[in-house]
């Protein structure tokens, strides 16, 4: 079974530039994670995704950041413009999510590393 | 709000020792999960254990038991002869339901070293 896929794994970029990652989930998961790490820290969540709804996007800077997951398969995160403090790694995760108070384990991808001159 | 704590940064043990891993939570939620997840050196966070609130029982797996109690609001991981391969951070998580929303709340992370 493939994992979870993200492209790039890296990324440098200058300040005020645009940036977009995307991820592939498991095939079969329903939910979808975007998280932030920062460096020696633990992963920090942005969006999480039911099927095509995003059902949780508190913590993602919306002046900024925006996502998609279009036909509830694969999904986009975007940043513009880009600042000095988004350099991190951006994790996308998916798992199957059957009832409503099931919360499974995720399964993660590589990450891309963002780096923000 | 919830919270997860790993008080320990950096554990450099010798190979073959046990060692312990250290998660303390915070949750208001009668209903909520734990995790841990391993990230060794290439990055890829990887899925160890899950446990629900209302499961206190022990579990061992291989090399690895995790000790669940409510009544301290611990989830200690023990690495039982570690090995080099052990090498990697390792982040306690909290999954709950918190005003309609599915929290996921990890840890800062525990560095461990085994030295051979």
């Known amino acids: 079974e493939a994992g979870v896929v993200q492209s790039p794994r890296y990324k440098i970029i200058e300040k005020k530039q645009p940036v977009a990652f995307w991820c592939n989930p498991i095939s079969g998961h329903n939910t979808l994670y975007w998280y932030r790490q920062n460096l020696g820290q633990g992963p920090e969540l942005l969006i999480r995704?039911?099927?095509?709804?995003?059902?949780?996007d508190s913590q993602l800077p919306k002046d900024r950041f925006s996502a998609e997951r279009l036909k509830g398969v694969d999904s986009t995160l975007k940043i513009q413009p880009a600042e000095l403090g988004d350099s991190a790694v951006y994790l996308c995760?998916?798992?199957?999510?059957?009832?409503?108070?099931?919360?499974?384990?995720?399964?993660f991808g590589p990450g891309t590393r963002l780096t923000v001159l | 709000a919830q919270k997860v704590t790993q008080a320990q940064t950096e554990i450099s043990v010798v190979e073959k020792e046990d060692v312990t891993l250290d998660c303390v939570y915070e949750t208001r939620d009668t209903t909520y999960y734990l995790f841990w997840y391993k990230q060794p050196p290439s990055g890829e966070l990887v899925f160890l254990i899950r446990r629900n609130s209302f499961d206190e029982q022990n579990e061992i797996s291989g090399r690895y038991s995790w000790n669940f109690q409510k009544s301290t609001s611990s989830f200690n991981f023990t690495i039982t002869a570690s090995q080099v391969v052990d090498s990697a951070v390792y982040f306690c998580?909290?999954?709950?339901?918190?005003?309609?929303?599915?929290?996921?709340?990890f840890g800062t992370g525990t560095k461990l070293q085994v030295i051979p």
């Open positions: 995704y039911e099927n095509e709804e995003a059902v949780d």
């Open positions: 998580a909290l999954m709950g339901f918190s005003g309609g929303y599915q929290k996921v709340t």
């Open positions: 995760a998916s798992s199957l999510k059957r009832e409503w108070f099931s919360y499974n384990e995720q399964f």
